[in-house]
Nanobody, 127 residues
Framework: QVQLVESGGGLVQAGDSLRLSCTAS????????MGWFRQAPGKEREFVAG????????RYADSVQGRFTISSVDAENTLFLEMNSLKFEDTAVYYC????????????????????WGRGTQVTVSS
């Protein structure tokens, strides 16, 4: 079992950058595949970025490819989401998620594949 706590959200202007953090209660390297999801008002929760358990493979949603970067500092049990060139449509609550993968190089994109979730952090981008 792992507890996840997100931080780093806020109110920014379009074009600005923001870095989100997700601190886990235990080591995640080689144990959990990690993901960032977001949910805007009235919309379903959607995949943003993911990192395989072995820390090698990353995946991104088409809408954030080239603007967002997922990374981790294993010694600190912390996952990051670096967000650049933010757009109004990036406004959402951002969630960190984790689950035990079938294979260490897999990255899941479906929210239903993840077992553990943080409470989320609000990101608001003004146009």
């Amino acid at each position: 079992q792992v507890q996840l706590v997100e931080s780093g959200g806020g109110l920014v202007q379009a074009g600005d950058s923001l870095r989100l953090s997700c601190t886990a209660s235990r080591r995640t390297l080689n144990l959990y595949v990690m993901g960032w999801f977001r949910q805007a008002p009235g919309k379903e929760r959607e995949f943003v970025a993911g990192l395989s358990a072995n820390g090698v493979k990353t995946r991104y949603a088409d809408s954030v490819q080239g603007r967002f970067t997922i990374s981790s500092v294993d010694a600190e049990n912390t996952l990051f989401l670096e967000m650049n060139s933010l757009k109004f449509e990036d406004t959402a609550v951002y969630y960190c998620a984790a689950t035990t993968p079938n294979l260490p190089m897999l990255v899941y994109t479906a929210p239903t594949a993840y077992t553990y979730w943080g409470r989320g952090t609000q990101v608001t981008v003004s146009s």
